[in-house]
């Protein structure tokens, strides 16, 4: 059988598996409704022939999200919820939708090639593939590294000491895969940024949802994890590529917000004395950044910045964004686990 034959063939079997549409697309808005428009006018450009359920999760904005989606991308649908954090807003939105494969995509990014066909397309074909990742770009057309290594210490303290720009980058320091050539392959990874992953939705059941007591930030790196603890594989696939705009500069609450999720990643995953040696590797960051901050107006604004996050390590400064939640929503329904039963090792 030839390879457009086999793959019209898989995707028709997996059609018939009950799902209503091939692909949900997830995008939160938190007031964010001035990247809406050039995002979603270039996701339905990239659909191709796949049944697609796009989502606007608005999250409690007070700008025009809906009236903008409601207007102008009439196919979409809009989930409104309370602001308790990104990965509260991407469940409430997983919770309705039924797709075989559900893409979390930032507001910030544009779709410039590929389409989510092939990638639906493809994923068909790797039944052991869990989430994937594209190729990401910023607006100046610069790759951007999305390719990760799961965080531990040692890595933490490669970061601290700045090894991104070190010319010659041992692999076992810093989580970032900065050999760029590999961004044009597709290759196994640990974890890729949350601005675009694509994960399917058996391997979703069977690692659970987003973990809510992550209000932003080390949430994709979490599920990452345990989708791949439940057995499926992680990858970077250059078959699409996007533009994620980011935002830019340094902000006191975002950074604070950064280490203090990550320390309570440490916390759920590694032993105390790991999670330790961990938290001492990040302080050890943002003490040398405000140590050595730099000259000028940047430098003291980064100062400003590394000391508010230390406070916040130190527990004298508020969490940004108020305490983070003490539960989050089950791994997953009686439904979801039932049909989650069969582990990703056993697929053939």
Partial sequence: MKLREAVKAVTLLARSSGALHDIAIITVSTNEAHWLRPCLSTVFAHLGDVRADVIVVDNES???????????????????????????????????????????????????????????????????????????????GVLHP????????????????????????????????????????????????????????????????????????????????RIRTAGWEIRNWPAMTIIHHGKKGLSKKIESLGAYTRIAYARKHFSPLHTAAYAAAVFARYALRAMIPGGGEEGRHRRDVCRTV??????????????????????????HRARATDPAPSRS
């Fill in 146 to 225: 999305t390719i990760r290594r799961f965080p531990n210490a040692l890595r933490a303290l490669g970061d601290a000491l700045a090894v991104d720009r070190w010319p010659v980058r041992p692999k076992f320091l810093g989580e970032r895969e900065m050999d760029l050539a590999v961004y044009d392959t597709e290759v196994v990874c640990d974890w890729v940024s949350g601005s675009f992953m694509l994960a399917r939705r058996e391997a979703i059941d069977s690692a659970g949802f987003l973990d809510e007591r992550f209000f932003m930030y080390s949430d994709e790196t979490d599920l990452c994890r």
């Fill in 310 to 335: 230390i406070k916040t390590m130190l527990g004298r400064a508020p969490v940004p964004y108020g305490p983070p939640s003490e539960l989050s929503v089950r791994i997953a329904t009686e439904q």
């Fill in 62 to 140: 007070h700008d025009e999200t809906s009236q903008l989606v409601a207007s102008e991308f009439p196919d979409a649908r809009v989930v409104r919820c309370r602001n308790h954090g990104f990965s509260h807003a991407n469940n409430r939105a997983l919770m309705s939708v039924d797709a075989r494969y559900v893409l979390f995509l930032n507001p910030d990014t544009e779709i410039v090639e590929g389409t989510f066909e092939q990638l639906v397309r493809a994923m068909d074909l790797e039944p052991r593939l869990g989430l994937v990742g594209v190729r990401q770009i910023d607006s100046d």
